[in-house]
């Protein structure tokens, strides 16, 4: 393995310019279409999707329109998102409030690249989480979305965080991108969620993650047999795509696998998720 990645980088310093990939500083570029001020607490429905560059596909583009209409979100986490640096009009297709987290710009096709969280309220705070070592391939790093939302039940926040996870480099890397990550969430008490593409396409890396989330007091959405061995994965390895939660309770056949969509690599995973303030029913009841 070490032999091949060395040949992949040769091949890659050969053949890539290294200016053509420009890594930018932790920023988002927003748009608010919205007026809601809150979600509701008893259905929280998510989509996590790596669309893969698609989203100028007309696929693609009916595709999500379909999910969108069928399934209605209130939070959406889409992994390696595109927008064109001149002026786009994504609320032609996204009517709902979105922040865009860029890790880099490509300059031969005036794209940016990176994650897209949208809901349908506008984030009370937002933080972008950049890792401290860089991908091989393009030499740029990845980069993670934490954005928090107030709930119709007022007494908490939902902390959500759309993540990718950094590939090609050793474990050691990996593990320090989750550090970081683990970090960002440790200090929020209320409902969490963290969801995206954790590139654990082996089982080391899949461990590092279940350490992780098992620290931060994490549960994963548990979908059905069936459906579980749609999600991406390499060969044999765990899937690469999951959704987390934390002091939330997932309703009954919420949890789907929508493998009949083929406009990304990966397929789209959805959950619904409740929000019970079991403190205040205890004091309702004395």
């Known amino acids: 393995m070490p032999n091949i990645q060395k040949h992949v980088n040769t091949l890659v310093t050969k ?36 669309i893969a560059k698609q989203n100028y596909n007309k696929t693609w583009l009916k595709d999500f329109s379909t999910i969108i209409e069928t399934y209605q979100p209130n939070l959406i986490f889409l992994q390696e998102f595109s927008l064109k640096v001149e002026a786009d009009k994504l609320e032609t297709w996204l009517n709902m409030n979105w922040s865009f987290a860029p890790n880099f710009v490509d300059i031969h096709h005036q794209t940016y690249s990176g994650i897209l969280t949208a809901a349908t309220i506008s984030p009370l705070t937002k933080k972008v989480i950049t890792t401290k070592h860089y991908e091989p391939i393009v030499r740029t790093p990845k980069i993670s979305l934490v954005t928090e939302y107030l709930l119709s039940d007022q007494s908490t926040t939902l902390l959500t965080i759309n993540s990718h996870l950094i590939n090609f480099v050793d474990l050691n890397k990996f593990k320090i991108q989750l550090n970081q990550l683990e970090l960002a969430l440790s200090t929020h008490r209320g409902p969490l969620i963290f969801s995206g593409d954790f590139n654990t396409w082996s089982q080391k890396r899949a461990v590092l993650l279940n350490q992780v989330t098992t620290q931060l007091g994490l549960t994963p959405v548990i979908f059905a047999p069936h459906e579980k061995e749609k999600i991406k994965r390499f060969l044999l390895s765990p899937p690469l795509d999951r959704i987390f939660y934390r002091n939330l309770s997932v309703k009954k056949a919420s949890a789907k696998v929508l493998d009949k969509i083929c406009s990304s690599d990966h397929k789209p995973l959805l959950a619904e998720f409740t929000y019970i303030n079991t403190q205040k029913n205890q004091y309702a009841c004395r």
């Open 15 to 50: 053949f890539v310019p290294y200016y053509r990939f420009l890594r930018l500083q932790e920023l988002t570029i927003d748009n608010n279409n919205s007026l809601q001020t809150e979600i509701n607490s008893k259905s929280i429905k998510v989509l996590s999707w790596n």
